[in-house]
């Protein structure tokens, strides 16, 4: 199992350009989350899909943040325009469900280093 | 609301010794309590899971976890650290009927040789 695939790695770019995060989740996986990690606010939430659905977008921080999941293995986070302080790490990751219907064991991509100049 | 509180920014062992990593929660209802390690420049690898009965859970790299519901506790352990365990953990919670998994700041290991 290849786990879940994100990229780039590394994204570097200047304020005012348009970035778009990729994410393949594990195949058969019916939830997909997007996480932004920073020194000042660790992990959070920012927005969540259930089987290509979003579900939940109230983390998403502004507009300028966007997300679509338009079939069950591919899923971008698109921000425009880009700002110094969205510079962080995103993570991309998938889980099935539980007997509740609701997410099981989240498994994390490894991450996409975005810094925004 | 849900919370996790990871006390201690950072703790420090030698290779050998017993590694304990603290966290406690708050959550409504019952807690799935979940361990995850994050090695620098990666992404967060699942360790270990609590949903429901023993108390004491084992996952990879021969860790383990007590799950207190008297304390709302849920603290992480290994008997004999290793040079290799040095990096950051998490500990996370989330509600039995609730999607949201909310996340302690973390903990950062150092096993000294």
Redesign the interface.
Known sequence: DAG?IQSPRHEVTEMGQEVTLRCKPISGHD?LFWYRQTMMR??E?LI?FNNNVP??DSGMPEDRFSAKMPNASFSTLKIQPSEPRDSAVY?C?SSLWDR?G??D???????T?LTVL | AQSVAQPEDQVNVAEGNPLTVKCTYSVSGNPYL?W?VQYP??????LL?YITGDNLVKGSYGFEAEFNKSQTSFHLKKPSALVSDSALY?CAV?A??????S????TTVTVRA
């Not at chain 1, 064991?105 to 991450?111: D, H, K, L, R, S």
């Not at chain 2, 420049?41 to 699942?46: A, I, S, T, V, Y």
Request: hydrophobic share 35%.
């Open positions: 879940v939830y660790g992990l939430l969540y579900i939940d993570f990751a509740e609701l997410p064991t989240q498994y994390f991509g490894p991450g280093r | 979940f995850y420049n990666r992404g967060l690898q699942f899971k998490f989330r039995s009927n609730d999607y949201k998994l996340f302690g700041a973390g």
